[in-house]
């Protein structure tokens, strides 16, 4: 079993930056790919970001040249920079961990953490 803690979360004006981090537990995720998902009020969860065992990424259109994700093994940790935050960032933030390669679908993924808030004030 792994253990996913996300952190970093808050509240912020629109431009400001945050970042966010997740650590694994449970066992090394090194070997894992590792996501980032989000979910606004109302809103169905979506991807945004995911990180390969060998630091290989993928984007959603809406934070690419924004968001960055990186993956410390040796911390068993993923983060994720968020730069030029806008309104439309606010949402809870998830990270999660599948087995094998990269992957934007939420189905592919077995572990979840709890969740952080960010929010993004105009």
């Known amino acids: 079993q792994v253990q996913l803690v996300e952190s970093g979360g808050g509240l912020v004006q629109a431009g400001a930056s945050l970042r966010l981090s997740c650590a694994a537990s449970?066992?090394?995720?090194?070997?894992?790919?590792l996501g980032w998902f989000r979910q606004a009020p109302e809103k169905e969860r979506e991807f945004v970001a995911t990180?390969?065992?060998?630091?290989?990424?993928y984007y959603a259109d809406s934070v690419k040249g924004r968001f960055t994700i990186s993956r410390d093994n040796a911390k068993n940790t993923v983060y994720l920079q968020m730069n030029s935050l806008k309104p439309e960032d606010t949402a809870v933030y998830y990270c999660?961990?599948?087995?094998?390669?990269?992957?934007?679908?939420?189905?592919?993924?077995?572990?979840w953490g709890q969740g952080t808030q960010v929010t993004v004030s105009s």
């Open positions: 449970g066992r090394t995720v090194s070997s894992y790919a």
């Open positions: 990180i390969t065992w060998n630091s290989n990424t």
């Open positions: 999660a961990a599948k087995y094998g390669g990269r992957s934007p679908n939420l189905s592919d993924y077995i572990y």
